[in-house]
């Protein structure tokens, strides 16, 4: 997708990075998200509530995955980013595979931890990496494309992640060397956790791009920027910054809470077989998710060639208005056609705004900042959206309804709670957003 530019690599080694990265974003999202079709085994074994899945689902990985992303981050800003994305995956590949070894609540609670730790180093390296690749006027949809990863990968999850299960529980119990008998949702972890060792050979193999300012190559010997000065210039764009921060974040609740239940609310509500209901979502997943990301990518370039420096703001704001009734309307259908069908506009919206915000922080953010302000960003958002998302709706199911079967309800109403006041933040920062945009 690059265009020949005189101070960026050429287009065939640009894109062939982006495609390692998107395939490493791919099986990232397969490996946190493919969870999301073992709960009723992994709440059969361990005997354990919505609310307690929850925590493994969400807080168990994102609780290091954003505290750790901030030094990492740090490091790819002055230090080789393949390299630390070639560890990374080597670390998550792995610890993906000991989930499949946890015998208890608490063992797989640190081996979800183990995970998120890897797939810290993937995107504030890669998102510093691509905006060295791609030209300012192309980096959006670079950007979308990447963030397909999201689409595909969660997609996958719940598709791959449902017939692997049922093929390894139509077999008798494996025994694996060191692992000993494995039940079929813990051979499921190996098999998602193996295909990443693979990858990482090639991200090894991979030429590390020269840093950049604007379109001109940063001299090796440039000082790197300080905290003290990024926080300098965070304050000097508060507002600029928050709003597609702070939009970003509030939408992840729903977006990641969506993603960790809506198979389930197949499940409970209409009686669908596991696989079934698996396969359903995640192939709406895959085709409405990646459409939604890459029209959100696509509709910025023609907004910025009109001259609307607060482009991806603007985008953002259109998500966060479209998504209210879909994301409502969804979980309350009468039937499971229905259901799924209306899963297209949700999933849509979902991943139409995540790369158009990424963009929108990279535009107004210098070069050798780019990867700690992305992972600050990746900090604020899986705060709220990773930790939070998946257990806010376990405990609208657990705490406010006490029935496993209102997990519907509970899904109709959080679009409710987060919608509005994503807008709110979106238009507190649109004329400051444009002033950083047009100073940058």
Request: aromatic letters at 10%; a neutral charge.
């Amino acid at each position: 997708m690059a265009a020949a530019s005189p101070d960026f690599p050429p287009p065939a080694r640009a894109n062939y990075a982006l495609l390692l990265l998107l395939l490493a974003y791919i099986l990232s999202f397969i490996d946190r998200n493919v969870m999301a079709v073992l709960i009723g085994p992994i709440r059969e074994d361990f005997a354990i509530s919505d609310f307690q899945y929850s925590l493994l689902h969400g807080f168990a990985f994102s609780m290091f995955y954003i505290a750790m992303g901030l030094p990492i981050a740090r490091l790819a800003d002055h230090h080789s980013r393949k390299w630390i994305i070639t560890v990374g995956l080597v670390a998550w590949s792995l610890m993906t595979c000991l989930c499949g070894a946890a015998r208890s609540f608490a063992a797989l609670f640190v081996a979800r931890i183990g995970v998120g730790v890897g797939e810290a180093t993937l995107s504030p390296a890669a998102f510093s990496m691509l905006g060295d690749l791609f030209p300012r006027e192309q980096l959006a949809r670079a950007l979308a494309v990447y963030s397909l990863g999201i689409t595909l990968g969660g997609g996958l999850a719940y598709i791959i992640g449902g017939m692997v299960h049922q093929w390894f529980a139509a077999m008798p119990p494996p025994v694996l060397p060191l692992l000993g008998e494995l039940r079929p949702w813990q051979m499921t972890f190996v098999a998602v956790g193996a295909p990443g060792f693979l990858l990482a050979i090639f991200l090894g193999l991979l030429s590390e791009p020269a840093r950049r300012s604007g379109v001109v190559a940063v001299d090796a010997v440039e000082s790197p920027h300080g905290l003290a000065g990024i926080g300098a210039h965070l304050r000097q764009h508060l507002r600029a910054y928050v709003a597609p921060i702070g939009s970003v974040a509030v939408l992840g609740i729903l977006g990641y809470g969506t993603m960790a239940w809506y198979p389930e609310f197949l499940i409970r509500s209409f009686d669908l077989p596991r696989v079934e209901a698996a396969n359903r979502f995640g192939f709406m997943f895959i085709v409405a998710g990646s459409l939604g990301a890459l029209a959100g990518g696509w509709a910025v370039e023609p907004l910025l060639r009109r001259g609307y420096q607060d482009a991806p703001l603007r985008i953002i704001l259109a998500v966060s208005v479209l998504w209210i009734l879909p994301a409502v309307l969804g979980p309350l259908s009468g039937s499971p056609t229905l259901a799924v069908w209306m899963a297209a506009p949700i999933v849509f919206f979902l991943n139409a705004h995540y790369g158009v915000g990424v963009a929108a922080v990279q535009f107004i953010t210098p070069n050798r900042m780019r990867a700690q302000v992305s992972a600050l960003m990746l900090f604020i958002t899986n705060l709220l959206g990773l930790a939070f998302g998946p257990t806010a709706v376990a405990m609208l199911t657990d705490f406010a309804f006490g029935d496993d079967l209102a997990l519907r309800y509970s899904l109709a109403l959080l679009p409710l709670l987060v919608c509005p006041l994503a807008i709110g933040l979106i238009l507190q920062g649109l004329p400051a957003y444009r002033r950083a945009a047009i100073e940058a």
